[in-house]
């Protein structure tokens, strides 16, 4: 999701990775329903393990700056700063997979995940960019 946000919001200003703890976070119907309501195509989307970044070729001493949104993904992110100087950033938002039994509340939940990212976003990025 955050990754698409900073495409779509930011355009060519940056080299966004999405990156998961896991290698299989493939997006859920959900993220893909609730970034289409701003516009942001996520079906085709696919988040990688950090590990994978570095298989295919990825320097992950290259990037300035990552931003975990979960406690798991700051705990490896931390243990990176061991071998790469990295800035790292902890970004609190509610994991929304778990949250609602009906369609709309789930809807819901993912609805607030998005919004607190793009908020984010905004606050330390600045208003995105026009067109």
Request: aromatic share 10%; proline share 4%; charged share 25%.
């Amino acid at each position: 999701m955050a990754e698409g946000m900073m495409k779509k919001f930011y355009g060519q200003r940056a080299y966004v990775q999405s990156a998961g703890v896991r290698n299989d976070m493939e997006i859920d119907g959900f993220s893909v329903a609730v970034c289409q309501e701003l516009g942001i195509e996520l079906s085709r989307h696919r988040s990688r393990s950090f590990e994978e970044m570095e298989q295919w070729g990825d320097d992950l001493g290259q990037f300035d700056l990552i931003i975990a949104l979960s406690p798991g993904s700051q705990r490896q992110v931390l243990a990176l700063t061991r071998f790469y100087h990295l800035d790292v950033e902890y970004w609190p938002i509610i994991d929304p997979s778990g949250i609602g039994e009906t369609r709309e509340a789930k809807l819901a939940a993912y609805r607030q995940a998005r919004d607190m990212i793009r908020d984010r976003m905004i606050i330390r990025f600045g208003p995105p960019a026009e067109g």
